[in-house]
T-cell receptor
Framework: LAKTTQPISMDSYEGQEVNITCSHNNIATNDYITWYQQFPSQGPRFIIQGYKTKVTNEVASLFIPADRKSSTLSLPRVSLSDTAVYYCLVGDPYNQGGKLIFGQGTELSVKP | NAGVMQNPRHLVRRRGQEARLRCSPMKGHSHVYWYRQLPEEGLKFMVYLQKENIIDESGMPKERFSAEFPKEGPSILRIQQVVRGDSAAYFC??????????????FGNGTRLTVT
């Protein structure tokens, strides 16, 4: 399974756009990129998943360049409630059998 | 539609006692996964179960830990003779038919085990 590298922490202010980049140089052809969000004392929550180019939902956007060796999670106009740890995961969702590999994640702190 | 339910939320055990953690998957989900999160670390996969079957237990310690998902009732993660190093948050997740594109895992809010 591809290893991911992302910043340990980031700071932002309310109303700003936040971009969290994840490196995955060894991504395989069948791998998808998935982001989860985890609040303190809660389980992770699925945010978004993509394979290439751009994916957008009501919560975030995911930008994936052509070489797929990195990806960027974009959170528009963050609020205090977006303070959480964000995990980037890479793998083949059809063959992982639920064995997701969570790294250290990026601890996002949103300030007023 | 209730999410993944785990209980208890907090569990305190003395060294040597047994800990039983329960997980009820989302309605309609027949696949259950257990993860462990040690303090200041990411989540680590432990075991993947379907009804009455263990599919993958490669992340589970060989001794003292066991898991089951019976035909009726919740999935149980059992830790015998707990030690201080077992103190962690244990998360359960479920999915309808195994993982796949657009089929993310749904996690519960965990059981925080403290061994004194």
């Amino acid at each position: 399974l591809a290893k991911t590298t992302q910043p340990i922490s980031m700071d932002s202010y309310e109303g700003q756009e936040v971009n969290i980049t994840c490196s995955h140089n060894n991504i395989a052809t069948n791998d998808y990129i998935t982001w989860y969000q985890q609040f303190p004392s809660q389980g992770p929550r699925f945010i978004i998943q993509g394979y290439k180019t751009k994916v957008t939902n009501e919560v975030a956007s995911l930008f994936i360049p052509a070489d797929r060796k990195s990806s960027t999670l974009s959170l528009p106009r963050v609020s205090l409630s977006d303070t959480a740890v964000y995990y980037c995961l890479v793998g083949d969702p059809y063959n992982q059998g639920g064995k997701l590999i969570f790294g250290q994640g990026t601890e996002l702190s949103v300030k007023p | 539609n209730a999410g993944v339910m785990q209980n208890p939320r907090h569990l305190v055990r003395r060294r040597g006692q047994e800990a039983r953690l329960r997980c009820s998957p989302m309605k309609g989900h027949s696949h259950v996964y257990w993860y462990r999160q040690l303090p200041e670390e990411g989540l680590k996969f432990m075991v993947y179960l379907q009804k009455e079957n263990i599919i993958d237990e490669s992340g589970m310690p060989k001794e003292r830990f066991s898991a089951e998902f019976p035909k009726e009732g919740p999935s149980i993660l059992r830790i015998q003779q707990v030690v201080r190093g077992d103190s962690a948050a244990y998360f359960c997740a479920s999915s309808p038919e195994g993982t796949g594109k657009n089929s993310p895992l749904h996690f519960g809010n965990g059981t925080r085990l403290t061994v004194t």
